[in-house]
């Protein structure tokens, strides 16, 4: 069973378009996080939301967290090439740091 | 701050071999590490939990005897996969948890940093 399901797994999109990507539980957590991973590279982390509800905002990146804090949101304006990759939710499992993932969402943006 | 490293970036090796991956945290102290396999167009997927100066806690299907993991100091973790196979070819990446006071930011959620992975091709 997958704590944190992320939709969808995968989209190609035209350079320019808007797209939003899920991320849902079922439990609550008191954290979650996003994070951006290149090929061949390590996931590097975009935000973190901790309040349920809030709303950050990184350039044309926008991440919502659930009032419920169960669920979140990243949503990206004009999207451009630079911003393929796979983009991945996380959250915190335990008080150790454990993360646990979603399955991710490979964004591929033509031009 | 707060930069990982990892070395090899990369490896090749002949079955039945053994490979070493270093982990280590640059300009921070980091307690707990984690490392994760990544096999491609898929997600990470938590092997094992590093802690310095105890035996690593490792997730369910994940063999210990397999995979070695020892945390000797407060910067350095290392994976040695055993007897690798051409099963074990994957993209290994570790994380590290800065140890609060450590490191030159200040991330109060629990903010892991990984490092840029390395890529295994067991021939």
């Given at each position: 069973t997958q704590l944190l399901e992320q939709s969808p797994q995968f989209l190609s999109?035209?350079?320019?378009?808007?797209?939003?990507v899920y991320c849902n539980s079922s439990s609550v957590f008191s954290s979650l996080q996003w994070y951006r991973q290149e090929p061949g590279e390590g996931p590097v982390l975009l935000v973190t939301v901790v309040t349920g509800g809030e709303v950050k905002k990184l350039k044309r990146l926008t991440f919502q967290f659930g009032d419920a804090r169960k669920d979140s949101s990243l949503h990206i304006t004009a999207a451009q090439p630079g911003d393929t990759g796979l983009y991945l939710c996380a959250a915190l499992y335990n008080q150790g740091g454990?993360?646990?993932?979603?399955?991710?969402?490979?964004?591929?943006?033509?031009p | 701050g707060a930069v990982v490293s990892q070395h090899p970036s990369r490896v090749i090796c002949k079955s039945g071999?053994?490979?070493?991956?270093?982990?280590r945290s640059l300009d921070f102290?980091?307690?707990?590490?984690?490392?994760?396999?990544q096999f491609p167009k898929q997600s990470l997927m938590l092997m094992a939990t590093?802690?310095?100066?105890?035996?690593?806690?490792?997730?369910?299907?994940v063999e210990k005897d397999k995979f070695l993991i020892n945390h000797a100091s407060l910067t350095l973790s290392t994976l040695t996969v055993t007897s690798a196979h051409?099963?074990?070819?994957s993209f290994y990446i570790c994380s590290a948890l800065p140890f609060p006071g450590t490191s030159g930011g200040f991330y109060p959620y629990n903010e892991?940093?990984?490092?840029?992975?390395?890529r295994l091709t067991v021939l």
């Open positions: 999109i035209q350079e320019g378009e808007n797209l939003t454990k993360l646990i993932f979603g399955q991710g969402t490979e964004l591929s943006v033509k | 071999t053994s490979v070493k991956i270093e982990c102290q980091a307690t707990t590490m984690f490392w994760y396999r590093s802690n310095e100066g105890s035996k690593a806690t490792y997730e369910q299907g051409p099963e074990d070819s892991q940093f990984f490092g840029p992975g390395t």
